[in-house]
């Protein structure tokens, strides 16, 4: 019998990373030392203070259902983040936690869209903004942000992109997988042209906490009343606290569209998990100082091996200002290693110097690399002197 799957799932394009990641897990099953420079995430534990908390909450039974929408404890703890990190203020109603960003975004997107409806998303993107928005029925629209611009889009661009079908308009500062952060100013311009044309911004701020020199962060919601209101942030405890398995995120916003994401996630997810819930509440009502070591962690590890990349025959990147990716161009580098594309180098990169990469096809970015410093700094260095000597050898 011939099960025919549904046309939504038939639209997905396949991740890029699965064929790398599959033949990175072989290899490492032969005994061979393969070093992944692919993770999303930091590689450091959750706090002691957090999995404390939550295993207390588990011994005294607090192990039940939830609100859909979460514990009013938590939103409780995020309105107080919120005000405090950015002088933001938001009712219990404004507010819903779902299970992780990109659950609440999924939700979000089922909500917002209907089918033809547009969403503007910059490139390079993060992988799963384009799948969401065509899972949702509604039509991803690409706009370019150029690496002479520091891969961030300009409001003519934007501008120009707007039609009568576009409904939202997604914003990731700083960015997965460039790394790079709009200005204040670059921000306001933005949300100029959002406002004038109706435009809704998600405003996806998942690596707010990791920021690195004396960029500030700014969220669009900050600039003004009207961009508050026009704005659904997105933000959640997975990168800021080492907590990406806990799975919290949320979103804050229009009381209108945060109360129908609750209702879909009542009939979907029902609560996210009580126990890391309860993990997220000292997360942000807790001590902060383990956020600040990673962050430091990471800074020190993007300072040591940015000059060690940019010295490889070919590649050029631009520093990234936050999160925990280099976003090199290395189309040069594959063309003097002898192959004619991206992906190829990426695929001889792993089968050939043991080095797992993610190739920036997946975000958009055909001639790019997406190489995470969330490792040792060991295994950074171990990394690029593997790369570099790759590209030489390959020169010879």
Same mark, same amino acid.
């Given at each position: 019998m011939t099960i025919q799957?549904?046309?939504?799932?038939?639209?997905?394009?396949?991740?890029?990373?699965?064929?790398?990641?599959a033949k990175a897990k072989e290899l490492k099953a032969q005994g061979l030392n393969v070093?992944?420079?692919?993770?999303?995430?930091?590689?450091?534990?959750?706090?002691?203070?957090?999995?404390?908390?939550?295993?207390?909450?588990?011994?005294?039974?607090?192990?039940?259902?939830?609100?859909a929408g979460g514990l009013p404890e938590l939103k409780k703890a995020i309105i107080t983040k919120l005000k405090k990190d950015q002088g933001l203020e938001y009712d219990p109603a404004e507010m819903i936690v779902g299970n992780g960003a990109k659950h609440i975004l999924y939700t979000l997107?089922?909500?917002?869209?209907?089918?033809?409806?547009?969403?503007?998303i910059p490139t390079p993107y993060w992988v799963s903004y384009p799948e969401q928005v065509k899972l949702a029925g509604g039509e991803p629209v690409f706009v370019t942000g150029k690496e002479e611009q520091d891969f961030k889009i300009t409001p003519e661009q934007l501008e120009k992109a707007i039609t009568s079908k576009t409904k939202a308009f997604i914003l990731n500062s700083p960015s997965n997988p460039t790394g790079m952060l709009y200005t204040k100013e670059e921000l306001a311009e933005l949300g100029k042209i959002c406002l004038e044309h109706q435009v809704l911004i998600v405003s996806d701020e998942i690596y707010e906490k990791l920021i690195y020199g004396d960029h500030p962060h700014t969220s669009v #919601?900050?600039?003004?009343?009207? *961009?508050?209101?026009? +704005?659904? @942030?997105? =933000?959640?405890?997975?990168?800021?606290?080492?907590?990406?398995?806990?799975?919290?995120?949320?979103?804050?916003?229009?009381?209108?569209?945060?109360?129908?994401?609750?209702?879909?996630?009542?009939?979907?997810?029902?609560?996210?998990?009580?126990?890391?819930?309860?993990?997220?509440i000292e997360a942000y009502n807790g001590p902060q100082t383990a956020v600040e070591t990673m962050r430091k962690a990471f800074e020190e590890r993007l300072n040591h091996i940015y000059p060690k990349l940019i010295a490889i025959p070919g590649v050029k990147c631009k520093k990234p200002q936050g999160a925990f990716y280099l976003f090199p161009n290395v189309k040069e580098t594959a063309?003097?290693?002898?192959?004619?594309?991206?992906?190829?180098?990426?695929?001889?990169?792993?089968?050939?110097?043991?080095?797992?990469?993610?190739?920036?096809?997946?975000?958009? #970015?055909?001639?790019?690399?997406? *190489?995470?410093?969330? +490792?040792? @700094?060991? =295994?950074?260095?171990?990394?690029?002197?593997?790369?570099?000597?790759?590209?030489?050898?390959?020169?010879?």
């Open positions: 799957l549904a046309n939504r799932v038939e639209t997905l394009t396949p991740s890029t990373t699965l064929a790398i990641t070093i992944g420079l692919g993770a999303g995430e930091p590689d450091f534990n959750t706090p002691v203070n957090i999995i404390e908390a939550a295993y207390r909450s588990m011994k005294e039974g607090k192990t039940k259902y939830t609100p997107f089922q909500v917002l869209l209907n089918n033809g409806d547009e969403v503007i #919601a900050e600039i003004s009343p009207e *961009l508050k209101e026009m +704005t659904i @942030l997105i =933000n959640g405890v997975s990168k800021s606290h080492s907590m990406t398995g806990w799975r919290i995120g949320y979103a804050a916003g229009q009381k209108k569209i945060i109360s129908a994401m609750a209702d879909l996630a009542s009939h979907s997810t029902s609560n996210p998990t009580t126990t890391s819930q309860y993990g997220a063309a003097l290693a002898g192959y004619e594309t991206v992906d190829q180098f990426v695929e001889g990169l792993l089968e050939e110097a043991l080095v797992a990469v993610v190739p920036g096809s997946g975000f958009g #970015a055909p001639d790019n690399i997406r *190489l995470s410093y969330a +490792t040792s @700094l060991e =295994n950074l260095e171990e990394a690029i002197k593997r790369i570099h000597t790759f590209v030489e050898n390959k020169m010879k």
